[in-house]
């Protein structure tokens, strides 16, 4: 028997249709109500989902990439030593750094005087119309020593200057050479091709005063422009060119002056360029302004500043100050407000204000016989390292740059005309210094200078009481620095030994050493009690030390 609802389908089957579809209306209607009543905070969650699901593949995807697709660049093996001979030769006071490779490892700059190259170069000083010997000058890879390049550049060497930055790119540098007898040469440190030569004469009996000056731009080519300045019968007289060309700017010109060693070029704080020297008690000044007109008869673009040419005007002729002694450095400082000046004169050491010429403090009863280094005693405070005395007499001082107070002395005799001192960054903000002192401290007056060995010391204000004695050298040495070969990664030392005299040919000899690796076979130097660790937890804290760039 069939069902109502059946029965009535059959009988009246459009009605039946009807009611379907309001049924399926229905039915829309009550979903549509659903999504409606749907929280947006739902929606939201599922984009965050999507979004960072998005994000986490495309950061393994970069991972993926950068790890197994991207070949990861060949770090250079930096060797813990090596040294580099040169026999029949004689060197000159110089050392330079820079990364000539781009390996990001500092390469060593040098010059050396000789008959020919080393074997790889093959070049010999006929090549370049030098009889024999004569000087050249060699960039060596601070990695492994390997000769990157080398040429004859004159046939003696009265100045250079590696510091001098490339137009072209801004980033390299290139190396100025004053050549005797008359000779001005550019060379690329990237190459050690010839930026630029110009046959240059300053006169027969010229001599010619280190460092060279770099100015700012005067010829419009975008690059510095280069000071030379010599002396002759007590005249001191400037040279201006052009770092791009090598060409003479205008003609000589003299400073009116008769300074005799150590010009530099200072700033005051008005913008004013002036070139100081020292004249025998006397500080001298020029203004570059006035030394620009008189050489190319044209205005100048420099500045003249008020108060010192008031001093130079109302003094002795071209005279800023008078010293209690002859002035044998001047160092350039920073100051509170721009640069001040470190005198360093036979009867004291004075800090003078940049700009007023006044003292700051003074060291008195000095007798500073090299030039003065900075460091860090302190965290983040400048430091002055000055070495007074000479042979067993001489006293390392540590002062505070800004008061001149002593932080820390102690004796440490050496040779006159010993290696210089130098300081290394370290992480906590203070420096390690290195001295140079005789091989046994505590016997040094029954010592005889033939079989003395000079010894390199490592200090660091965190151990006040002790030493580190790191190497002995029986070498004559010639030139010493100490830098970063790596940003942040080893310290190092560069030594260039060589003949005492120039006449007198012998083996020249390149080292580089880590200085990490010197310290587990170094000798502890107590000074005093020399504090209460063993010797070895010493040697272990110098070998924790960090570097920083």
Same mark, same amino acid.
């Given at each position: 028997m069939?069902d ?26 009550k ?13 939201l ?6 979004a960072f ?22 770090r250079?093996e ?5 040294r580099?001979?040169?026999n029949?030769a ?22 050396y005087k000789?008959?020919?190259?080393t ?8 090549d ?31 100045l ?12 390299s ?14 060379v ?21 005063l280190?460092?060279l ?12 422009d280069?000071? @030379? $300045?010599?002396?002759? +019968?007590?005249?001191?007289? !400037?040279?201006?060119?052009? %770092?791009?060309?090598? &060409?003479?700017? *205008? ?14 070029l ?8 002036? @070139? $100081?020297?020292?004249? +025998?008690?006397?500080?001298? !000044?020029?203004?570059v302004? %006035?030394?620009?007109e &008189?050489?190319? *008869? ?11 040419e008031?001093?130079l005007?109302?003094?002795a ?20 407000s ?11 050491c ?9 003292p ?33 007499d ?14 820390w ?7 006159p005309?010993?290696?210089p001192?130098?300081?290394l ?11 140079w002192?005789?091989?046994e401290?505590?016997?040094?007056n029954?010592m ?5 060995q000079?010894?390199l ?6 151990l ?28 190092a ?16 000899s390149?080292?580089k ?19 209460p ?17």
């Amino acid at each position: 028997m069939m069902d109502n609802k059946d029965l009535e389908a059959e009988i009246h089957p459009l009605k039946n249709e009807d009611r379907k579809s309001q049924e399926n209306l229905g039915n829309r209607l009550k979903n549509e109500d659903n999504l409606k009543s749907t929280p947006p905070q739902s929606r939201l969650s599922r984009c965050r989902t999507v979004a960072f699901f998005l994000s986490l593949f495309a950061c393994l995807f970069v991972v993926f990439v950068v790890s197994f697709i991207i070949p990861c660049p060949d770090r250079p093996e930096s060797q813990r030593m090596w040294r580099i001979d040169y026999n029949a030769a004689v060197t000159y006071d110089f050392l330079a750094m820079e990364d000539i490779n781009r390996d990001r490892i500092q390469d060593v700059v040098f010059l050396y005087k000789n008959a020919n190259g080393t074997d790889n170069s093959n070049q010999s000083c006929a090549d370049e119309g030098f009889s024999s010997p004569c000087a050249f000058v060699a960039a060596v890879s601070g990695a492994n020593g390997s000769v990157l390049w080398e040429r004859p550049v004159a046939q003696d060497v009265a100045l250079v200057d590696c510091t001098v930055p490339r137009l072209s790119d801004g980033k390299s540098s290139a190396c100025i050479l004053v050549g005797r007898p008359s000779s001005l040469t550019a060379v690329d440190l990237l190459t050690g091709g010839t930026l630029w030569s110009h046959p240059r004469s300053f006169g027969g009996n010229a001599s010619v005063l280190k460092p060279l000056l770099h100015v700012p731009d005067v010829d419009g080519d975008g690059a510095p422009d280069l000071l @030379i $300045l010599t002396r002759e +019968a007590k005249q001191v007289s !400037g040279y201006l060119y052009s %770092g791009s060309t090598g &060409r003479q700017i *205008g003609h000589r010109g003299s400073l009116g002056v008769d300074g005799d060693s150590s010009p530099l070029l200072h700033v005051t704080r008005t913008g004013a360029h002036y @070139i $100081l020297l020292p004249c +025998a008690n006397s500080l001298c !000044g020029c203004s570059v302004k %006035g030394l620009y007109e &008189r050489v190319t *008869g044209k205005e100048s673009p420099f500045k003249r500043d008020p108060l010192w040419e008031s001093m130079l005007n109302t003094s002795a002729p071209k005279q800023l100050l008078r010293s209690s002694g002859a002035i044998r450095y001047l160092v350039s400082v920073p100051g509170k407000s721009g640069q001040d000046l470190l005198l360093v004169s036979s009867e004291a050491c004075v800090l003078l204000d940049g700009q007023e010429l006044t003292p700051r403090w003074t060291l008195g009863a000095a007798q500073v016989l090299r030039k003065p280094i900075l460091g860090h005693y302190k965290p983040d405070t400048l430091t002055v390292v000055i070495e007074n005395g000479t042979g067993t007499d001489r006293q390392i001082l540590l002062l505070d740059l800004g008061s001149g107070a002593v932080l820390w002395s102690q004796a440490l005799p050496s040779f006159p005309g010993g290696p210089p001192s130098a300081s290394l960054p370290t992480a906590d903000h203070r420096s390690a210094f290195l001295f140079w002192g005789l091989h046994e401290l505590a016997s040094t007056n029954e010592m005889e200078p033939r079989v003395a060995q000079h010894s390199l010391y490592m200090f660091h204000p965190t151990l006040p009481s002790v030493l580190l004695e790191l190497v002995n050298i029986s070498a004559h040495i010639i030139a010493f620095d100490a830098l970063l070969f790596e940003p942040s990664r080893h310290a190092a030392y560069v030594l260039l030994t060589g003949p005492a005299s120039p006449d007198v040919p012998g083996l020249v000899s390149v080292t580089k050493h880590k200085v990490r690796d010197l310290v587990p076979g170094s000798r502890v130097v107590r000074l005093g009690d020399g504090g209460p660790d063993s010797d070895q937890a010493v040697r272990d804290r110098f070998s924790r030390l960090r570097y920083r760039s």
